[in-house]
């Protein structure tokens, strides 16, 4: 038989569990108050990526953009001032196509997809 006592023991403990999830810094807590204060727009067409960031208060040397295989990551800096965003993508980018460009403190980048190659028979010598 469950005691009155002890549901409201565990209730208390799922309230407390809940306050400090609401309050911790996870990434995807991170991730949610992000796209509210710095929208980011992500597109793909004609096998281009385009990514899209209002970084207001920031200048371009207080950015730094990283293109990686099949992830793009952002991350800004002034003063005691942060931003950082990252997206893993499900193909390759061809980060040799890289262009990017800061205006009014939006940072527009355009990333070409990577072809994908097939597997290659190796003739052994």
């Not at 469950?2 to 407390?16: A, L």
């Not at 807590?29 to 204060?37: A, F």
């Given at each position: 038989m469950?005691?009155?006592?002890?549901?409201?023991?565990?209730?208390?403990?799922?309230?407390?569990l809940?306050?400090e999830?609401?309050?911790?810094?996870?990434?995807?807590?991170?991730?949610?108050?992000?796209?509210?204060?710095?929208?980011?727009?992500?597109?793909?067409?004609?096998?281009?990526?385009?990514?899209?960031?209002?970084?207001?208060?920031?200048?371009?040397?207080?950015?730094?953009?990283?293109?990686?295989?099949?992830?793009?990551?952002?991350e800004?800096?002034?003063?005691?001032?942060?931003?950082?965003?990252?997206?893993?993508?499900?193909?390759d980018?061809?980060?040799?196509?890289?262009?990017?460009?800061?205006?009014?403190?939006?940072?527009?980048?355009?990333?070409?997809?990577?072809?994908?190659?097939?597997?290659?028979?190796?003739?052994?010598?």
């Open positions: 469950v005691f009155r006592r002890d549901i409201e023991t565990m209730m208390d403990m799922w309230m407390d809940l306050g999830i609401e309050s911790a810094p996870h990434a995807w807590h991170q991730e949610l108050r992000r796209k509210e204060n710095s929208p980011v727009s992500v597109n793909e067409e004609n096998g281009t990526v385009t990514v899209t960031i209002e970084l207001a208060g920031f200048g371009k040397e207080d950015v730094a953009l990283e293109v990686g295989t099949n992830k793009v990551t952002v800004a800096k002034q003063g005691d001032k942060e931003y950082n965003w990252s997206k893993r993508f499900d193909y980018l061809d980060n040799e196509s890289v262009e990017a460009t800061m205006n009014n403190g939006i940072l527009d980048v355009a990333i070409e997809k990577k072809e994908k190659t097939s597997a290659k028979l190796v003739e052994i010598k």
